[in-house]
Structure formats: C-alpha cells, structure tokens
C-alpha cells in the first residue's frame, strides 16, 4: 500500500525539457527527505537532487545543478524534477526515493524507491 508512482519520462530532443512527477500513496512525504536518482547505462546509480523536509534546503550533483529543479506540492504529496536544457548524458532511468530521516538522501538510508522511469536525450 506504500508506493511511489512516477510519471513523465521520455523521449526529448538536446535542449529541451521534461518534468518528472513522483506521487507517493500509504505515506506523508513532508516527514521524509526527498530526492531523484538516476542509472545510467553501465553506469553506477548516482544522486541528482535532494531537498530536506526539516527547513527545504536543496542539494543538486554538479552535472545538474542550474538546468534541474526539485520541488514538491504537500497538498497532492508529490515530488517533481524539472529538468531544462537537456543534454544526451542526462539519458538514465529515473528513480524518486523517500529516505527515513527528514536530512539527507543518502542511498543507504532510501526507504522508498519509485520503479524508475526512463528520459531518453537524443537527436
């Protein structure tokens, strides 16, 4: 009964934008640090964004930092990434997570895993 369900992922052209959607059921997202993985292929899982439930601080890696944004809407109990001027090594399945402390988004501590979905960047 507890799941994150995401949405938005694609097919985009070099330059252009997505915006993922993760709405998580069975539990409150305010209480959880939030955050957005990504796998790209062959590659090792890595952390894209993270923002704090206990004062919404955000973290982003340095290869996204400027063209994505995370945010989260209470009301609906979702998180989004919005991702502009994409580029093809942005190209890796998706993940939104849920971690069991309020402060950070460290893999060991992800709670909650969405299934992933997959941003394809490509020309």
């Known amino acids: 009964q507890v799941q994150l369900v995401e949405s938005g992922g694609g097919l985009v052209q070099p330059g252009g934008s997505l915006r993922l959607s993760c709405a998580a059921s069975?539990?409150?997202?305010?209480?959880?640090?939030i955050g957005w993985f990504r796998q790209a292929p062959g590659k090792e899982r890595e952390g894209v964004s993270c923002m704090r439930s206990s004062d919404g601080s955000t973290y982003y890696a340095d290869s996204v930092k400027g063209r994505f944004t995370i945010s989260r809407d209470s009301a609906k109990n979702t998180v989004y990434l919005q991702m502009n001027s994409l580029k093809p090594e942005d190209t890796a399945v998706y993940y939104c997570?849920?971690?069991?402390?309020?402060?950070?988004?460290?893999?060991?501590?992800?709670?909650?895993w969405g299934q992933g979905t997959q941003v394809t960047v490509s020309s």
């Open positions: 997570a849920a971690a069991s402390v309020q402060t950070m988004c460290l893999t060991r501590l992800i709670k909650y």
């Open positions: 069975g539990f409150t997202l305010d209480y959880h640090a």
